[in-house]
Nanobody, 122 residues
């Protein structure tokens, strides 16, 4: 199982970025896919999640209204559209899958991709 995250970069505050997470090796058709982030010196935190089938979503309060998680089932890819980025969004962003859950959740993710760096300058 592989989760390949991409799309990070260096942007100014107020800009947008779209992260992608391509899943391969197995399908997670009934499972939630999540985005997490870890800033320097801080613990990893939940950002957003979506269930492949049905598309239910969940967001951290800090990103509600600015970030949108979506999925392309045909491409086996999950996206995180990040708008109105703030310096406090700077972190390494990870995508993950929870193969045991059937509803959108914030914990229990057991498959992880490598991170992609997002840096937002003020």
């Amino acid at each position: 199982v592989q989760l390949q995250a991409s799309g990070g970069g260096l942007v100014q505050a107020g800009a947008s970025l779209r992260l992608s997470c391509a899943a391969s090796g197995r399908t997670f058709i009934s499972s939630p896919m999540g985005w997490f982030r870890q800033a320097p010196g801080k613990e990893r935190e939940f950002v957003a999640a979506i269930v492949w089938n049905g598309g239910s979503t969940l967001y951290a309060d800090s990103v509600k209204g600015r970030f949108t998680v979506s999925r392309d089932i045909a491409r086996n890819t999950v996206y995180l559209q990040m708008n109105s980025l703030k310096p406090e969004d700077t972190a390494v962003y990870y995508c993950a899958a929870n193969s045991l859950a059937r509803v959108v959740v914030t914990t229990g993710y057991n498959y992880w991709g490598q991170g992609t760096q997002v840096t937002v300058s003020s």
